[in-house]
């Protein structure tokens, strides 16, 4: 079902895949964005700088496949923050000031999707 906006948070298997929710292929393959792309989908995507299941090359790499394939998109890294950084019920982990800054953009984000309709 073709989405208008993806908020994506702790991106590890979008796109070399590697978890099972990311079987049998991850969702963006070349012709995963090209789909989202043909849909007009924006994507914001938002990860810790250090999480262990998306490198900083990943993470380049994803900007790579969305720009090719003209996808509408806003990557943010939080370059000291960990996995699960949005998350208060993981205290090892969570990073007040980068999830503050996330939510901002989460709904600045859809914000701007409920005016267009």
Do not use: N
Not at 42 to 65: A, H, K, N, P, Y
Request: aromatic share 6%; with cysteine.
């Amino acid at each position: 079902m073709p989405l208008d906006m993806v908020v994506e948070c702790y991106g590890g298997w979008t796109l070399d895949g590697g978890i099972p929710l990311a079987e049998p292929e991850p969702p963006l393959t070349p012709h995963g964005a090209a789909a989202m792309a043909a849909h007009g989908t924006t994507l914001l995507g938002l990860v810790g700088g250090q999480d262990f299941l998306i490198s900083m090359d990943e993470w380049q790499r994803l900007g790579q496949r969305l720009e090719q394939a003209g996808v509408r998109h806003e990557l943010i890294a939080y370059p000291a923050a960990q996995h699960g950084f949005l998350c208060e019920d993981r205290p090892e982990s969570y990073d007040a000031d980068a999830a503050e800054d996330a939510w901002k953009h989460i709904l600045k984000a859809l914000t701007q999707l409920s005016h267009q309709d």
